[in-house]
T-cell receptor, first 114, second 111 residues
Framework: AAGVIQSPRHLIKEKRETATLKCYPI?????VYWYQQGPGQDPQFLISFYEKMQSDKGSIPDRFSAQQFSDYHSELNMSSLELGDSALYFC?????????????FGAGSRLTVL | AQSVSQHNHHVILSEAASLELGCNYS??????LFWYVQYPGQHLQLLLK??????LVKGIKGFEAEFIKSKFSFNLRKPSVQWSDTAEYFC?????????FGKGNQVVVIP
C-alpha cells in the first residue's frame, strides 16, 4: 500500500523566498501532522489537521502557514525564508478514528536555504 | 504537555553486543509510547509501540521495549546488534493526539 507521499523531496531556496511543501496522506487517514527536523535535532512538531481543520499547533513560525484540502492532502507554505529554516520537513498521517493514534511518516522534504 | 528524555546521545558498540537505550517520559494522562528508527538519510520508521496490556512489547528487527509505569520509562533493548542497526533511535510519547520526540540516540555499530 502506498505510504505518505511528500513533494518535493529536495528544495533549494534563497533567503526571503517562499516555498511550498506538499503531503499526501495514506488513504482514509484523517489526520496530518507536520514536523521540522533540523540537522542533528529531534523532530519538532509544527502543526496538525484533523478532518481539514487545524487541530493542534506547535512551534510553527508566523511566517509559515498550512492547510488541509478536501482530498486530505496538506500543504505547508513558508515565506520570508531564513537560513535557519533549512531542515528536513516530515509529514505524517494517522487515522484518529481507530482510537490508536499511530503516525506513519513520509520520506521528508529537505529544504536548503542559501 | 508531554516530554521525553533520552540519555547517552551517542552509543558506539560492536556487532553482537547488547543494546539498551533509556527513555523516560512525563505526562499527566494516559500515554501511548513509541520507538522510531531513522536510518542514515531516511525517514522515521516505527520500531514498536505500547498502548496497553503486556508491558513488554516486541517490535521489528529483534527489538523489544519494556514499559515500567512506576518509573515512567520505556527502554528499548536488542540482545545482539548488527551493523545494519546503525541509526538514530527516537523515543516518542503521544498524548492529546500530539507526538513528542526525545532528542534521540545516535547508535553506531562497528563490524
Amino acid at each position: 500500500a502506498a505510504g505518505v507521499i511528500q513533494s518535493p523531496r529536495h528544495l533549494i531556496k534563497e533567503k526571503r523566498e517562499t516555498a511550498t511543501l506538499k503531503c499526501y496522506p495514506i488513504s482514509r487517514h484523517d489526520t496530518v501532522y507536520w514536523y521540522q527536523q533540523g540537522p542533528g535535532q529531534d523532530p519538532q512538531f509544527l502543526i496538525s489537521f484533523y478532518e481539514k481543520m487545524q487541530s493542534d499547533k506547535g512551534s510553527i513560525p508566523d511566517r509559515f502557514s498550512a492547510q488541509q484540502f478536501s482530498d486530505y492532502h496538506s500543504e505547508l507554505n513558508m515565506s520570508s525564508l531564513e537560513l535557519g529554516d533549512s531542515a528536513l520537513y516530515f509529514c505524517a498521517s494517522s487515522f484518529r478514528g481507530s482510537g490508536a493514534n499511530v503516525l506513519t511518516f513520509g520520506a521528508g522534504s529537505r529544504l536548503t536555504v542559501l | 504537555a508531554q516530554s521525553v528524555s533520552q540519555h547517552n546521545h551517542h552509543v558506539i558498540l560492536s556487532e553482537a553486543a547488547s543494546l539498551e537505550l533509556g527513555c523516560n517520559y512525563s505526562y499527566g494522562g494516559t500515554v501511548n509510547l513509541f520507538w522510531y528508527v531513522q536510518y542514515p538519510g531516511q525517514h522515521l520508521q516505527l520500531l514498536l509501540k505500547y498502548f496497553s496490556g503486556d508491558p513488554l512489547v516486541k517490535g521489528i528487527k529483534g527489538f523489544e521495549a519494556e514499559f515500567i509505569k512506576s518509573k515512567f520509562s520505556f527502554n528499548l533493548r536488542k540482545p545482539s546488534v548488527q551493523w545494519s542497526d546503525t541509526a538514530e533511535y527516537f523515543c516518542a510519547v503521544s498524548g492529546n493526539n500530539r507526538l513528542a520526540f526525545g532528542k534521540g540516540n545516535q547508535v553506531v555499530v562497528i563490524p
